[in-house]
C-alpha cells in the first residue's frame, strides 16, 4: 500500500527505502535533506585521502567539528542535484552540499596526495568546486545491498528507486554504490536503504565506452523512461549496470511514483539544478528535460 514505508528486517531493526514526505510542491528542492544551518563552515582540516572512491576524495572536519566526505571532479553538480530529486520523491539520501570554494588545512606538514593534489593549490585552496558528505556518528554504515537481493523489492517505494534512476539516467547503478545506513531514534532502529553515488546521473545511459555524466545534450539521446505497459507491467528504457533489473517495474509501484511526479512542478526541479550551481543555459535544459521525464511517468500509467 502507499501509506506503507517499513518492513521487517534482519536483527529486529525496521527496514526503509521510501518514506511519504507530504505534499511534494510544498517541498524545497533547494535544500532537500540540507539546510544552512547544517551546511558545512570552512576552513577545513585534512584528515585523510579516501582512496577507495572512483573520483578524488578527501575525509576532512570543518570548523564546527563535523566531519564531511569531500568529492571534487565531474560528478559533483550530478550528485548534489540528484540527490534533492530523489529526496523529494521519498527516496533516503545521504546529505550533501555544493561547495563553490574552500581551503584545506594540514594541521602538520602537507602530506603527498594521491589524488586530490590537483584539485588543491599549494595552500590547500579549492580548485575547482567539490561536493561535501555529511559524516554523522549517529548513522551507522551496516554495509551495501544489492539489486539481485533486496529484501524491499517487492515494496511500492523499491518501485520509486528503479524509476529515478532510469529518470535521471543513473547508468552507474552498480551493486557497490547501494548503501545501508542505520538510525536508532525514540521510535526504534530503522535500515535504510538507499543509493550511495549519484554522481554519474545526467548524461549518457549506455556501456562502457558510451555513457557521460551531467553533459546536457548528451542526456537528451536518451531513450523514454518509459517503453510500454502490459500485464500490469511498467516497461523502461535504461541502459547501464544492473539493467536486468532496471527493465520494468510493477504498475502499483509505478503509480506510487507518478502520484509524487504529479504534484511536482518544473520550478522545483530548477531549484534541484540550482542547487549545484548550474549555469543558465543548463540549469533551463536539465530541468525541463527532466521534468518532462518526470511526466512521461505519470501519463503512462493514468
Known amino acids: 500500500a502507499i501509506g506503507s514505508v ?4 534482519v536483527g529486529g531493526a525496521q527496514a526503509r527505502i521510501w518514506e511519504d514526505r ?4 510544498q517541498l524545497d528542492l533547494y535544500w532537500g535533506n540540507a539546510s544552512p544551518e547544517r551546511a558545512p563552515t570552512g576552513p577545513f582540516t585534512f584528515v585523510r585521502e579516501d582512496a577507495s572512491a572512483t573520483n578524488p576524495k578527501a575525509i576532512v572536519r570543518d570548523a564546527r567539528g563535523v566531519v ?3 568529492k571534487w571532479d565531474d560528478e559533483v553538480q550530478s550528485e548534489v542535484t540528484a540527490t534533492r530529486l530523489a529526496w523529494a520523491m521519498g ?19 602537507r602530506p603527498t596526495l594521491q589524488r586530490i593534489g590537483s584539485f588543491v593549490d599549494g595552500v ?3 580548485k575547482s568546486p567539490a561536493r561535501f558528505e555529511r559524516r554523522d556518528p549517529e548513522v551507522v ?16 517505494g523499491y518501485a520509486v528507486l528503479v524509476l529515478m534512476n532510469v529518470v535521471m539516467a543513473n547508468w552507474d547503478a552498480k551493486d557497490d554504490n547501494n548503501k545501508i545506513v542505520s538510525l536508532t531514534d525514540a521510535t526504534g532502529t530503522k535500515d535504510l536503504y ?9 548524461g549518457r545511459m549506455g556501456g562502457e565506452f558510451s555513457h557521460s555524466k551531467y553533459r546536457l545534450k548528451d542526456f537528451a539521446k536518451n531513450p523514454p523512461v518509459v517503453t510500454g505497459v502490459s500485464n500490469g507491467t511498467v516497461h523502461l528504457g535504461y541502459k547501464g549496470k544492473n539493467a536486468e533489473f532496471h527493465e520494468s517495474v510493477s504498475l502499483e509501484g509505478a503509480r506510487l511514483f507518478a502520484s509524487r511526479a504529479s504534484q511536482l512542478s518544473l520550478k522545483q526541479v530548477d531549484d534541484a539544478f540550482r542547487a549545484a550551481n548550474a549555469n543558465d543555459a543548463d540549469r533551463d535544459g536539465f530541468a525541463r528535460m527532466v521534468y518532462d521525464r518526470f511526466q512521461q511517468v505519470v501519463t503512462s500509467v493514468r
Open 68 to 70: 564531511w566526505g569531500v
Open 91 to 109: 527516496l533516503e539520501v545521504e546529505e550533501v552540499y555544493y561547495v563553490e570554494t574552500g581551503q584545506i588545512v594540514f594541521p602538520r606538514s
Open 124 to 126: 590547500g585552496r579549492f
Open 141 to 156: 554504515s551496516k554495509g551495501r545491498w544489492a539489486f539481485a537481493s533486496n529484501p524491499l523489492a517487492r515494496d511500492e
Open 194 to 202: 538507499l543509493i550511495g553515488d549519484y554522481g554519474a546521473c545526467f
Open 22 to 25: 507530504g505534499p511534494i510542491g
Open 6 to 9: 517499513l518492513c521487517p528486517a
